[in-house]
């Protein structure tokens, strides 16, 4: 019972209360599980030794809460070796597999430690934004489970106000690429990021007030040291605008805007932007392209209950105002666009189309290729031909981390690492959480995607979207492939 009750600083606590068991074999490792653990929050043993036992456990082990529970508390012992890649791995396995008695998508505990891993993930690889990305997700994903439990709320809260603090570190020192002799030191060898003639006092006194300006939006614009190029700026503009603006519609309705946004409701329409999207009293649109620069674009919003949709005129977000921003409330909503249901554009529509701009710009950031681009499919078959001499296990571990599809033969799994390390992975069916089938080449706009995965009934899920449709996100270990 004791290894059962373990606090916030414990983390390898049991996940499940389990009952007693039905045979001697699994008496003995429910048995040996609660024993190492309990001996490793006491620090009678060591992490390493703790993977050890519980890699045996799992060897041994049929698929189930037992197993379910080793897996867990190998991935926290090789996060305290530092292998976060490996520990992922494991947390992966259970989110992925449909174990008996087993459900992985209401196990906070789960989602709150691969939040925990994917922020470690990202602080070793410089901060990456898709890293942080997917443990703010993790995070958010804990607080909207029902039913909530009260403690793992608060740590998700807690959590996410600390990577909101990381991922704005970056923007406030400016000096990701600093020489080893410190933040504070001058580099003479790269007068890019110093005025001549200016002393070592002066410089640090400039960087401490940049961010001071504007809040974020000062923080995302270099304004002195260096001279970056130009086309990172309106992304990271646009990203942080989303965000924060977010703040200003509550957290109500910016919950109820994710969960349209995860079941897939929000799309973008191609076409010229209506002439009067609100239902009465809205003022003319006229017709518009979605994506001129300064101009608006047209989202649909797919009511989940199969009603009529809602339409909504996104304007090009501009920068937070100084009062905004130490309001902390961003861009007001009234501002962003028009929506089409009764509340004109403080609503959760407006929200859903947020976090699609936040994701859209977070994965642009990251590298992934728009599907049709010439340059990225050249890329892609590049990549192809060189996974060909990696190994089935090899290819299926690249997969697994990343939560895809495993079957095939080598040439099938070669060109899906190669499709995810340039274009992106694809997420779970939204409706199922099964994974999704490719039905033709992944840089293409319109190749489908369809979820096969059959319910207890033996009825197949029907899910399918098209590429383009699809939220694609950076491919975790891609770094090693080009």
Known sequence: ATAMAATSHRPLAMPYDLQSPG??????????????????????TLHREAAATFSSLIDSLPAGKLKCSALLNRAHCLVGLGEYT????????????DAPGVDAKKWHKVWMSRGGIHRKLAQTCGGDPALYAKARADYERVITIDPPHEGYVTKALRCLQQLEALERRPARTSDAHAPPGGRGAAAPSSPARA??????????????RLPSREGLGAAGSPGTDAAPS??????????????????????????????????????ERAGAAPSSPVRSGGAST?????????????FEIRSPLGGPSEQVV???????????????????????????C?????????????????????????GVARPGDPSARRRRDRLEKQLEKRTNDELKNYL??????????????ARRVADCAVFGTLPVCPKCGGHLHLEGAADVPDALARCRKLNRDREACGYEATMQELERKPFIGGEQLF
């Open 314 to 340: 996104l304007r090009n977000p501009p920068s937070p105002r100084p009062t905004d921003s130490a309001a902390g409330l961003g861009v007001p909503s009234c501002a962003l666009g028009e929506c089409s």
């Open 195 to 208: 005025e001549e003639g200016a002393s070592a006092p002066t410089q640090k006194r400039r960087r401490l």
């Open 230 to 267: 130009a086309a990172p700026q309106p992304r990271l503009a646009r990203t942080v605008s989303a965000r924060t603006s977010l703040k200003a519609f509550g957290q109500d309705i910016s919950t109820a805007g994710r969960q349209l946004f995860d079941g897939g409701a929000v799309r």
């Open 400 to 413: 697994r981390l990343n939560n895809q599809l495993l079957s095939g033969i080598k040439a099938d799994l």
């Open 23 to 44: 045979s001697m074999a699994e008496a003995e490792a429910y048995s040996l599980l609660n024993s190492v653990t309990a001996a490793l929050q006491e620090g009678r």
């Open 286 to 298: 006229g017709s518009r392209s979605p994506v001129a620069p300064g101009g608006e674009r047209l």
């Open 342 to 366: 009764r509340l004109r554009g403080h609503c959760k529509h407006v929200a859903a189309v947020l976090w699609a701009i936040d994701r859209e710009e977070i994965a642009a950031a990251a």
């Open 86 to 97: 490996a520990a992922l791995s494991d947390i992966e396995q259970i989110v992925s597999e």
